[in-house]
């Protein structure tokens, strides 16, 4: 059928090829196990065909006839093997989620009687009183149930001393709810409660029954030797075009093969392929714990800006709904993208009062980051009026008019402080604000209205980002030269930003019209000179030198930032780190180094300060 030559060769192929699968991390696939095994197969049939060949050379009405009519019994014991384990699978998914809802509706119910007005005061004319020591004790024991599960589902029904100890934490809410309740004529709202905690421990019950199901060991055999009689004829058959012999061998050893595995990975329900879906379990933790902290829907204005992308990721996965309002362009629609449906978004100008109260319908907090920032609102004084002034206003008038109306965190700039460098380091809250730019002017005029609009808010101050910095010389490049060598400066990493307004938003209690000043700290905290001799080595431009520079001062400097670490504990990156993320985003620049001679020269010539003539000396 084949040349030696060629049947070599394809199975030195085949055999690379199988190996390489079980080296794959998806070997878990059924699939893939089922690929590798039908190229094994593949292989050695290759090899053994002339053998095989002459063994039942014979016999190949015998074979094919087998095939046929053992082929029907076969097929009808593997469907009802793959119906069954899947019917035991699909059961055990939905008593997870039912014992999920169960426990939902226990925790919901519990907290609805036992906040309410008339169960949590103690009054002259009441018999009863209610303890709120047991309120939050049942909170307590069911946010305990709920990790217990999310933690031990996977072997709670092959471990006795696990399961006991689940049933333990039921048997402790069903106390705590007896005794929260003292007076006889409650009975109602006391067998209320008692009825959902008996049905959360007999859900339980029937899902750890269901989670030792298994498929007997004897069907399992049953179906596996039945596999292996109804294949081993296929390869006795005398097929001599090799296209219909790698089809017919390897494919059916694909389905075969495959079919088993899925079978094994069903009745296996906590590891491999398919596992039971825990979304109904995370889903409810997550809500349990927003409604610990007391909110969870959050509007992000400027959602997409340099920093708003990582703070909308942050907050999604600390379990807040997270609406979105932002304009829709290109850029904005592409980051959209990362989200998928894990927010809402609201399209629109946040200068437009009735996109505005549409926006903040509903929700319980705002994070008001969207704004103009230089060069653009020295360009176009108007837009950054419309945004940074009037976005702001809106955002305070719209809450104004909610009966409750939601707290705001107001994203603002350390830049307020205008020019330092002659001053004392380092900048507080306490000290003076400089208005010397459109930017800084709108951003000061929105710190002051928020500070007169009576509501709930929190003001952050931010400093500088290396995102808002690559900006700001991607439009004016070569105003980077400007600045003095000397000049104080510090850094923030987004991420740090990002937990920063996630730590504050579980502290209630700093939303008093308190303003914050966020930066990265000691270990962000440098001179210009450091900055921008790290930053020209990432672009792969090198080292200038000093007469290419000016003596202009820039906005920032060091921020004395130890309030709002102690409060929030946010400071994670290093000048160093955010530099070297820099580096590995920007390895593709490497190209340029055989230009950098004609870069440097270029530069030079376009700068100001640089006289030919001077000896060109690196910093």
């Known amino acids: 059928m084949f040349k030696p030559d060629s049947l070599k060769k394809i199975t030195t192929i085949l055999a690379k090829l199988y190996f390489a699968t079980f080296r794959s ?54 469907a009802l093997v793959l119906v069954n384990v899947w019917s035991q699978f699909d059961t055990l998914d939905r008593e997870f989620d039912k014992e999920a809802d169960a426990v939902a509706i226990l925790q919901q119910t519990a907290s609805l009687i036992l906040s309410s007005p008339s ?100 069907v399992w055999n049953l179906a596996f030797s039945a596999s292996v009689i109804w ?47 825990m979304e109904s379990w995370d889903e409810l933790k997550r809500k349990m714990k927003l409604r610990q902290r007391g909110f969870g829907n959050v509007l992000i204005t400027g959602s997409f800006n340099e920093f708003g992308s990582v703070i909308v990721n942050e907050l999604i996965e600390s379990g807040y709904d997270v609406r979105c309002l932002e304009e829709k362009t290109r850029s ?47 360009k176009n004084f108007k837009r950054a009026y419309s945004i940074n002034v009037v976005g702001t206003r809106n955002i305070i008038s719209a809450c104004a008019l909610l009966p409750n109306p939601p707290r705001i965190l ?11 460098q002659t001053k004392e380091p380092y900048q507080r809250v306490e000290s003076p604000i400089q208005a010397h730019n459109t930017y800084t002017q709108t951003k000061g005029e929105a710190e002051t209205m928020m500070r007169n609009s009576g509501l709930s808010h929190i003001i952050f101050r931010f400093a500088d980002t290396q995102k808002k910095l690559n900006q700001q010389i991607q439009k004016t490049p070569l105003s980077f030269l400007d600045i003095n060598l000397d000049n104080r400066m510090e850094l923030i ?60 001062e820039y906005d920032s400097d060091w921020l004395d930032t130890s309030e709002s670490e102690a409060l929030l504990q946010f400071q994670r990156y290093s000048f160093e780190e955010i530099i070297q993320e820099e580096v590995s985003r920007r390895l593709w620049l490497k190209l340029f180094i055989p230009f950098r001679p004609i870069i440097v020269w270029l530069i030079l010539k376009k700068s100001p300060y640089y006289f030919n003539g001077r000896t060109i000396s690196s910093l």
């Not at 629109?348 to 008001?368: L, P, T």
């Not at 107001?410 to 330092?420: A, C, H, I």
Request: hydrophobic share 45%; with cysteine.
């Open 119 to 218: 169960l949590t005061s103690s009054q002259d004319n009441s018999d009863y009183t209610v303890s709120n020591t047991p309120k939050n004790m049942i909170n307590m024991l069911i946010d305990d149930y709920v990790n217990h599960v999310l933690q031990f589902y996977r072997i709670e029904h092959k471990n006795k001393r696990i399961r006991k100890y689940g049933d333990k934490i039921i048997e402790d809410i069903r106390f705590e709810i007896g005794r929260t309740i003292h007076s006889a004529e409650r009975d109602a709202v006391l067998s209320g409660l008692l009825l959902l905690i008996n049905e959360v421990a007999d859900v339980r019950g029937d899902r750890i029954s269901h989670s030792k199901q298994r498929i007997p060991s004897t």
């Open 410 to 420: 107001l994203g603002s700039t350390t830049n307020l402080f205008g020019y330092t």
């Open 332 to 378: 904005t629609k592409k980051i959209l993208k990362r989200f998928k449906d894990k927010v809402e978004v609201v399209w629109g100008d946040i200068s437009d009062f009735e996109i505005v109260r549409k926006s903040v319908a509903d929700q319980e907090v705002i994070i008001h980051l969207a704004d103009i920032v230089p060069p653009t609102s020295e």
């Open 25 to 78: 991390p998806f070997l878990d696939n059924p699939l893939i196990v089922g690929l590798s095994f039908g190229c094994l197969a593949c292989a050695v049939e290759t090899v053994l065909f002339p053998v095989i060949m002459d063994a039942v050379k014979a016999d190949q009405f015998v074979v094919s006839s087998f095939i046929e009519w053992f082929g029907v019994a076969y097929g009808l014991l593997l």
């Open 493 to 552: 990493h987004p991420l740090d930003i990002a937990l920063a307004i996630s730590k504050g938003l579980e502290k209630p209690t700093i939303w008093d019209g308190r303003v914050l000043l966020i930066g990265g700290g000691k270990k962000c905290q440098i001179k210009y000179e450091n900055y921008i001799r790290k930053l020209l080595h990432v672009f792969q431009i090198g080292d200038l030198p000093q007469a290419a520079f000016g003596t202009k």
């Open 231 to 277: 294949l081993l004829p296929f390869y006795g058959l005398n097929i001599t075009h090799p296209a219909v012999f790698f089809l017919l061998i390897g494919g059916v050893t694909f389905i075969v093969t495959s079919l088993l595995a899925i079978i094994h990975d069903l009745d296996e329900p906590f590891g491999g392929t398919w596992n039971v879906n």
